[in-house]
């Protein structure tokens, strides 16, 4: 009745040929490369159905989770430091300002007071040289007519 086939199968049982599909998880290109490690739990496989009646079978990747973003201040240090170069830029400039100040300032009075000097030394000269009253000194000569005969002065 039923003989038995090649594979030791009564005839009539063959079943059709079985295919073993071993899903491979698909990775981006761009990751590092894969370091062996035992995983916490196994996971699951999924299977989608296509349109067109063919399943595909594959693992889910999850998103990747990008880490925590540290707190960061309400202002950066950079503006803070940048800020704080440009009030000192103001200070020295102001400094500067008032340094450009004194100095011309003491320039107008250095000049003021030597024309001063100049004039009252000049006024004082002036006066020395041209008093009529002032104190005599010196030798008095009192020119009188004289008379110059054969290179001889009689006076």
Known sequence: MNEPTAYGRPAGHETAA????TPTPLTPAH???LVPMQ???IPAV???VLPDGRVVTGYAIEPAKPEPVAHKPAV???AVNIALGGVGFLAVCGGLLMLTTFITALTALV???VILAAVI???WIAVQVFSASGGKRGTTVNIRKAVIKRNK???
């Open 18 to 21: 079985v295919e073993v599909h």
């Open 31 to 33: 990751t590092a490369p």
């Open 46 to 48: 999924a299977s989608v």
């Open 153 to 155: 002065f009689y006076g």
């Open 39 to 41: 995983p916490g739990t």
């Open 111 to 113: 000049t003021q007071l």
């Open 76 to 78: 950066s240090r950079a």
């Open 121 to 123: 030394f000049g006024g």
